[in-house]
């Protein structure tokens, strides 16, 4: 996959959360911060 790619997924648009492409072309997408973990927990 190449930004272009990406840019063209409808499935990909308006993410609430950061994603990256790695040196094969895969999408990374950025982790959690730890409050975030603690928050769905606790709605869990």
């Known amino acids: 996959m190449n930004w ?3 840019c063209n997924d ?3 648009r308006d993410l609430p959360y950061k994603i ?4 094969w072309g895969q ?3 950025s ?3 730890s409050r975030h ?4 927990g606790l709605l869990i």
């Open 20 to 23: 990256e492409l790695n040196e």
């Open 31 to 33: 982790p959690a911060s």
């Open 4 to 6: 272009q790619q990406v």
């Open 10 to 12: 409808p499935s990909l």
């Open 37 to 40: 973990g603690i928050l769905q």
């Open 27 to 29: 999408i990374v997408m």
